[in-house]
């Protein structure tokens, strides 16, 4: 090697080490905010959150809100944001203790400590939450809150729209809507609150003039300028008859008049066929009954009434739905009567479980089975039904045994909500 190419790798040695010593200390004077994205200043501890998010952001890695409860979630309660003690003691860097005898939490460090009795905490799913907005100033941070994203720093700083938009995107990925319910209210595309009950969702949609509730955050279930007709009758859905091959089918009867009037070529032997199924058998022993679980897979024979069977509920009968329109099978199972009118009423035909009463059944049609999952009551005049209208009076049917095309609507809401208000529909399919 030449004397200067050694000269050259030495200048070029002393050059890196200089770069390297002199870095860190030019960017002590550099506002942290103004620094591009593969600088190398230290991390930054801000903490964002989200209102009803299972994933927080802690400087620049998304963390979740907690690592054991899955839907672990800050949320609003009494116009206050709670968020679960044991992660803001670890991301505020503290030690936490309980008091098991009075149910108080401390949170404690060298920046500062709090204490909160039992009047002051909530708990859910066996994590306590305690309020954030004390908890961050007992500890020095600054709190903000924009829209249900909250960002809690050291510095007095404000970001930007964009910043507060991109937080809201990451964070909003990860709701916890089996925790906090799936309904949730949205406004010019933005998430704003989650709620149990569809009834719960549109009234506080109602409040302000552009918001919508959506379910699960991607279809709309309701939306302002889409109010229903005071009457519809959807003729599209082929009325299918459950007999003679399906004496106990008439849930997949239903449901391939469901698939049919998508266009989606599926008959009602193929669904039978592919129905997941309990293999429980049927025992009685002692004046108990036990028996396959209809919320688990259809429960018996469904060819012939020979052999002891019932029929199944909303979660297989979902199930199979998805194998035909994937992604656009919603099951809103425990809605209102008036959420189902109004997805009726925007052309959507639904599938439920109803009674072959067409009407509440009475105390003394219903038992209890022992089941591998559990006791359950079941009718044996549980039915199926596709709601394809209504008016002011009757909601209108296609019902698998042929006997009835419309009900009175006070009958239909009792039989329907006994049966647990099961309920499923398809979501338009995508342009």
Known sequence: MSRRI????????????LAVCVLPFSLMFVDEDQLPAFSFSMPSDDLVLMHYSQTARHGRYLVPVDDTVKDAAPYMSQGETFVPARFLAKRLDTTMSYNADTGSVKLLSDEGNIEFDRSKTEVKGGLTYIPLRKTSEAFGRYMQVHDGVVLLSKKERSPSNEQWEEWRAELAANLAYDTYGPYSVDMQGRYMALFKTWSEAVAYARKTPGRTVLYRGEHTLWDPTKEPPASIHNSGAPLILQLPELPRGCEVTALAMLLQHDGIKVDKMELAKNIRRDPTPYAKSGGVTSFGNPHDGFVGDIYTFKNPGLGV???????????????????????????????????????????????????????????????????YYMHSLLVTGYDSTY?????????????????????????????IYLAPAAE
């Not at 790798?9 to 002393?14: E, I, V």
């Not at 189902?340 to 049609?365: C, K, N």
């Not at 209108?396 to 309920?423: C, N, T």
């Open 6 to 17: 050694r000269l050259l790798n030495k200048w070029l040695l002393f050059c890196i080490l």
């Open 313 to 379: 509920y909303h979660e297989p009968i979902a199930e199979l739905a998805e194998k035909y329109a994937p992604g656009r099978v919603l099951d809103i199972t425990g809605t209102s009567f008036d959420h189902l009118l109004w997805t009726v009423g925007q052309g959507s035909p639904v599938w439920v479980i109803h009674t072959t009463l067409y009407d509440a059944v009475p105390a003394s049609a219903w038992q209890t089975w022992q089941t591998p999952s559990g006791k359950i009551q079941i009718t």
């Open 395 to 423: 909601v209108y049917v296609h019902d698998p045994l042929g006997r009835a095309k419309k009900i009175k609507r006070e009958a239909f809401k009792r039989g329907w909500e006994q049966m647990g208000s099961q309920a």
